[in-house]
């Protein structure tokens, strides 16, 4: 992909959770921010069922909190909170109103200059709520964008060749690495849920690999 044809143009990266854009697309977006683009992070749902059960963490606090970690890691590339859009559908509710989740993203891609680039989930993702935001995006009439698609779940099934690849060096790489941690109510500060998500040593090797690979979405 030529990224220099992306400069001062607006790129649109779409997220089911807070962090997956950091897991899926994280060196591509310090690639796009490198040229100039006009980037705005969207993302889908508001992140509250990660831990279910949890008293230290009841759904409110978790979804303000991981607002924050969303915004602080966007920060890190030099943006500003504006440039995020919280849609915030309920997490794991996905699946269960397509139309809702078309309606909130025609609506995101709609505002503002049109798209030259819409990155988001591939409809072969595990994740129910991956597949339902795949979907949605793949109904939305194109308007000359080109559009790729990251893959999360399960982890490492990124692994064989996309038609897109960036590579990572040592240094990308311990970027993101630190970028992805930084997401804490994900990697295990939250302790007392009833079947949480904890993000282990063998999600991260998965989630930060040397290459980023997107396939292209027809």
């Known amino acids: 992909m030529n990224w220099s044809a992306l400069r001062g143009r607006r790129a649109l990266i779409v997220a089911p959770h807070p962090d997956d854009e950091a897991i899926g697309a994280w060196e591509l977006l310090r690639r796009l921010r490198r040229e100039r683009a006009q980037i705005e992070v969207v993302v889908v ?5 990660s831990h279910p059960g949890s008293k230290r963490w009841p759904p409110d606090r978790l ?4 607002r924050r970690e969303t915004c602080r890691a966007v920060r890190d590339l030099g943006l500003p909170p504006s440039a995020i859009r919280f849609l915030g559908l309920p997490d794991g509710g996905l699946p269960a109103d397509p139309a809702a989740v078309r309606r909130a993203l025609c609506r995101a891609v709609g505002r503002g200059p049109r798209p030259a680039l819409i990155v988001g989930p591939e409809a072969a993702d595990a994740h129910g709520d991956h597949r339902a935001v795949a979907s949605a995006l793949a109904s939305l009439p194109r308007r000359g964008e080109r559009r ?8 490492g099934a990124a692994q064989g060749v996309r038609p897109v690849r960036i590579t990572l060096d040592g240094r990308s790489l311990a970027l993101k690495r630190r970028i992805v941690r930084s997401y ?5 500060i939250i302790t007392d849920a009833v079947g949480g998500f904890a993000m282990n040593h063998r999600h991260l090797r ?13």
């Open 148 to 155: 790729i698609g990251y893959h999360v779940w399960p982890e």
């Open 63 to 66: 979804i303000r909190e991981r």
């Open 184 to 188: 804490r109510t994900q990697t295990g």
């Open 45 to 49: 749902t508001d992140g509250g069922a």
């Open 206 to 218: 998965a989630f930060v690999r040397p290459t980023e690979r997107f396939a292209v979405l027809r």
